[in-house]
């Protein structure tokens, strides 16, 4: 790929909340019960918070909240160790793969956008937060609902998760695509948003599937509309206060997104 390529040549997808499981609902049981399994309850919300990075990361951001820090002291009278953290990372990984089947939904829009993405040439992958296990069954159950990657990269594979660049680096050496600037990475949280910019890509944020609107595909639909322009607006803010280049409400706006990005490309713009 020459270094002064003006169109973009490589998608990099998130999963749960952009390609699959519209509000990303999969890990958030896993985690509540993992701590009460410890004898600290969250609530789902607090669960949802730090969406977005690698599970163990995710783990610590949650014992990182004042409020849930001061339940596990007032539960073990110490602070949480390492030692801690590994433990709630086994009893979260069997719980999660104890539901991940239920998860696996395909977004809406999305078989359409990667047939319009591959009509251009453009290459599509995937990196997630999820472990490779778990990873594994998303993958096998998206492939029989017509989705397939050119190639995944999940967080346990790469030295550091969000908002680290590492599995985008390792996306664009696996299928020989460069510079950064010619990559663009999808994703529903600041994390995601995180990864892209520190990978020197372009960032493009995905609203209504996102874990922060926070609903299945259902309750979306049940919402009054003031209730689902309130979530919107909420979730477009968080997303463009962490540096996302563009949003898009579904999907299906993406490939107009590609074209103003393309044409920033060809003015000699950069992410």
Not at 5 to 21: C, H, K, P, Y
Request: hydrophobic share 40%; net charge negative; proline share 6%.
């Amino acid at each position: 790929m020459p270094c002064h390529a003006t169109n973009i040549r490589l998608v990099i997808f998130d999963w749960a909340g952009t390609t699959v499981d519209h509000g990303s609902q999969a890990p958030l049981m896993p985690f509540v019960r993992a701590l009460a399994g410890r004898g600290v309850d969250i609530t789902l919300e607090e669960a949802r918070r730090p969406m977005g990075l690698d599970k163990k990361d995710h783990l610590r951001a949650l014992l990182q909240v004042p409020e849930i820090s001061r339940r596990w002291r007032e539960r073990h009278q110490r602070e949480a160790t390492e030692s801690d953290i590994d433990d709630l990372y086994l009893r979260f990984v069997q719980l999660q793969l104890d539901v991940i089947d239920d998860f696996t939904r395909l977004v809406p829009d999305l078989i359409d956008v990667v047939g319009v993405l591959r009509s251009r040439g453009i290459a599509i992958g995937a990196s997630t937060g999820y472990f490779r296990t778990a990873a594994e069954r998303v993958y096998r159950a998206a492939a029989a609902q017509g989705y397939r990657p050119d190639h995944c990269v999940c967080a346990d594979e790469v030295p550091a998760g969000r908002p680290a660049p590492w599995m985008v680096f390792r996306i664009m050496e696996a299928l020989g695509i460069f510079p950064p600037s010619v990559v663009v990475k999808v994703g529903d949280t600041v994390p995601d948003v995180g990864e892209g910019l520190a990978a020197g890509a372009w960032s493009v944020g995905v609203l209504r599937s996102s874990s922060l609107v926070g609903c299945t595909e259902e309750q979306w639909n049940a919402l009054p509309h003031d209730e689902q322009a309130r979530r919107l607006t909420n979730c477009r803010k968080e997303l463009l206060a962490a540096g996302v280049h563009a949003v898009v409400e579904t999907l299906a706006e993406l490939p107009a997104v590609l074209d103003n990005l393309n044409a920033r490309l060809q003015r000699g713009e950069k992410p």
